[in-house]
C-alpha cells in the first residue's frame, strides 16, 4: 500500500479485509518461490524444511478462502508489496554460485525475513479478528501464525545447528 491510495478504511473491518486480502497474495507468492528455495538448498534438513512449508502455506491460503467465506468476500488478492520486495531480496541468493554451505545460510536469513513479516501481519489480522468478535477468524489465523513461528524456529535450529557452523 502506496502513501497515495484510493481505498477507504472507514472501519476496522475493512482495514481487515485488507489485510486479509495482502495476506492471500502472500501466500501466493511464497508458495511460487519455495520450490526454488528448495531446489537450491544442499542441506537435506533445509530442503525437506522448504518443502514442509510449502505443504504448510497452502493449507494458509485455504484457512485464508474460509476466512474469506465466512466474512462473505470473494477471495482476491491485494499485491504485497512486503513480501515480493522480500523475495526480490532473497533473490540474490537463488541466482547465486558459492559454497553451498554459505548459500544455505543465505536462504535461511531470506526464509526468515519473510517468516518475520508473516508472523507480525498473521498477529495483527489475529487481533483484528478478536478486536471484531470473530472468534473463527481469529482462531483460523491463530494456528497459521503458531506454524509461522514453528517454521522460524525450525530454520533458527537448521542454522545454528548445522549451517552456520559448516559456512564458517
Do not use: W
Not at 531446489?39 to 522448504?50: G, I, V, Y
Not at 493449507?59 to 513480501?83: A, N, W, Y
Request: glycine share 6%.
Amino acid at each position: 500500500m502506496g502513501i497515495f491510495t484510493s481505498e477507504k478504511f472507514n472501519s476496522l473491518e475493512d482495514l481487515l479485509h485488507h489485510e486479509i486480502k495482502d495476506l492471500y497474495d502472500a501466500e501466493f507468492q511464497i508458495i511460487e518461490v519455495l520450490p526454488q528455495m528448495a531446489a537450491k538448498a544442499t542441506s537435506p534438513n533445509l530442503k525437506q524444511a522448504f518443502e514442509d512449508h510449502l505443504r504448510q502455506s497452502e493449507k494458509h491460503t485455504q484457512r485464508l478462502e474460509s476466512v474469506f467465506e465466512h466474512l462473505g468476500i470473494e477471495p482476491e488478492r491485494e499485491k504485497c508489496h512486503g513480501v515480493a520486495g522480500l523475495i526480490k531480496e532473497g533473490s540474490t541468493v537463488l541466482s547465486a554460485d558459492g559454497d553451498g554451505d554459505v548459500l544455505d545460510a543465505g536462504l535461511i536469513a531470506a526464509a526468515q525475513r519473510v517468516e518475520h513479516y508473516e508472523i507480525a501481519a498473521y498477529g495483527t489480522v489475529r487481533a483484528f479478528a478478536r478486536q471484531l468478535n470473530n472468534e473463527y477468524a481469529a482462531e483460523l489465523f491463530d494456528q497459521t501464525l503458531e506454524e509461522e513461528k514453528a517454521t522460524d524456529m525450525l530454520l533458527t535450529e537448521i542454522a545454528e545447528g548445522s549451517v552456520n557452523p559448516a559456512s564458517a
